[in-house]
């Protein structure tokens, strides 16, 4: 039961310009969305989070967008910089008590071409 | 404080063995993860535990493994038996409450059972 797919396991992008990584998700459930990188021989690091009443949410470069009707949450790192070259997960929560189990994507490796 | 340390960072086990990962979180935090990651996946939530007591554990986490908090501050993951399929890559994960969503992740054990 693949209940979130990141359709794209790799993206090049030319430095100074817009990446936009994207996630797809099915159970309607989840009302809390989140991005991580991850460098070789690191534990993920968060990023920027959104909940279910916004459509959008900004930290800097990054920008995190949802379309709850369409079940896709992406985002938008403008401009990118070599450093953010990773692999990007989405992951998703349902924010029940209790409840504190995040759901991952299988990852998106970033290539920023200098 | 370093943040979230986990012991060791490699493991190579033969098949049949017991073995034993440490995870330290950041002192404040009462929440802690453990995680799975094979390669090409997302990490994949294995069990959760809010001070000492283990609140969520995953169908994944089978009679083989067993995790623990017994004073609320460090955890282990035992598994035993290991198999082939447990050869991954085993994170901590620690947060100081359920509105921390954007977890603390350590670097991670990389288990090879041969």
């Known amino acids: 039961d693949q209940q979130v797919k990141q359709n794209s396991p790799s993206l090049s992008v030319q430095e100074g310009r817009i990446s936009i990584l994207n996630c797809d998700y099915t159970?309607?459930?989840?009302?809390?969305f989140l991005w991580y990188k991850k460098y070789p021989a690191e534990g993920p690091t968060f990023l920027i989070s959104?909940?279910?009443?916004?459509d959008k949410n900004e930290d800097g470069r990054f920008t995190v967008f949802l379309n709850k009707s369409a079940k896709h949450l992406s985002l938008h790192i403008v401009p990118s910089q070599p450093g953010d070259s990773a692999v990007y997960f989405c992951?998703?929560?349902?924010?029940?008590?209790?409840?504190?189990?995040?759901?991952f994507g299988t990852g998106t490796r970033l290539t920023i071409i200098p | 404080d370093t943040g979230v340390s986990q012991d060791p960072r490699h493991k190579i086990t033969k098949r049949g063995q017991n073995v034993t990962f440490r995870c330290d979180p950041i002192?404040?935090?009462?929440?802690l993860y453990w995680y799975r990651q094979t390669l090409g996946q997302g990490p994949e939530f294995l069990t959760y535990?809010?001070?000492?007591?283990?609140?969520?554990k995953s169908r994944l986490l089978s009679d083989r493994f067993s995790a623990e908090r017994p004073k609320g501050s460090f955890s282990t993951l035992e598994i035993q038996r290991t198999e082939q399929g447990d050869s991954a890559m085993y994170l901590c994960?620690?947060?100081?409450?359920?509105?921390?969503?954007?977890?603390?992740f350590g670097s991670g054990t990389r288990l090879t059972v041969v």
């Open positions: 994960a620690s947060s100081a409450n359920s509105q921390s969503y954007g977890y603390t």
């Open positions: 159970n309607s459930m989840f009302d809390y």
């Open positions: 959104i909940s279910s009443i916004k």
């Open positions: 992951a998703f929560k349902i924010s029940n008590f209790g409840n504190e189990k995040l759901t």
């Open positions: 002192s404040e935090h009462n929440r």
């Open positions: 535990f809010q001070n000492e007591a283990q609140l969520e």
